[in-house]
């Protein structure tokens, strides 16, 4: 079982309890602003997602962490590595990502497992770098990008919905935790 620790959060795959607490995050539409349409997803949705998030774990051997607060056991929301299929023109590639529960907003807690996946993927799978893409106008992503020493590479338009998107990516081969 993959699983990592933080100072503050633990890092694990995905359960039957974090269903009813994702669902909650999908149902915000300012955590849902940035992402895809901007529609928010209902419990179904949140059940299909997670089980597509425990599948790639099981066919890539990375995927997105479930994040959990060590001090309360709460679930915080996601960050972990994926494929960006919704954008074939960067692949191949693994994205790294985040997406949490407002209330979990603005205490660093997406940094610090920004950070831990990021030193998953470089020393666990090996990989040479990562990307990260955010629609224009998501600061606090790109917020996140920066302070894990990623760099924008190129602008683009998302496949489906055409908005603005900025792909930010990391040579791991230079990055020291
Ligand atoms: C993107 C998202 C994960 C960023 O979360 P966040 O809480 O803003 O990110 P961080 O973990 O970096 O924390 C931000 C702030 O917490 C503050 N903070 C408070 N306590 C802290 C601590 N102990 N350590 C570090 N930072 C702390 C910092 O001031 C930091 O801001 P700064 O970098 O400007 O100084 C969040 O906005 C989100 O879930 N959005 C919706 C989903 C989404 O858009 N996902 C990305 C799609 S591309």
């Known amino acids: ?26 149902a915000d539409p300012q955590v849902m602003r940035w992402i895809g349409d901007g529609s928010v997803r209902d419990l179904e949705r949140t059940a299909e997602d997670i ?21 309360s056991g709460e679930l915080a929301g996601f960050a972990g590595l994926s494929v960006p299929t919704f954008l074939p023109e960067v692949l191949p590639a693994v994205e790294i990502g985040w997406r949490l529960g407002r209330q979990f907003w603005g205490q660093g807690y997406a940094s610090e497992a920004a950070h831990a996946a990021l030193e998953f993927a470089l020393q666990d799978r090996g990989l040479d770098g990562v990307i990260s893409i955010a629609r224009v106008g998501n600061d606090a992503s ?5 302070k894990l020493g990623m760099v924008p590479e190129r602008e683009t338009k998302h496949p489906v919905y055409g908005h603005p998107l900025r792909v930010h990516t990391i040579d791991l081969s230079e990055y020291h935790a």
């Open 51 to 71: 089980e597509r998030w425990e599948e790639e774990w099981d066919e890539e051997g990375f995927g997105l962490f479930a994040v959990e607060l060590l001090a």
């Open 1 to 26: 079982m993959t699983e990592i620790r933080t100072p503050r959060l633990l890092l694990r795959r995905w359960c039957d309890n974090d269903l009813a607490p994702m669902a909650e995050i999908h």
């Open 142 to 146: 790109e917020n996140v990008m920066r």
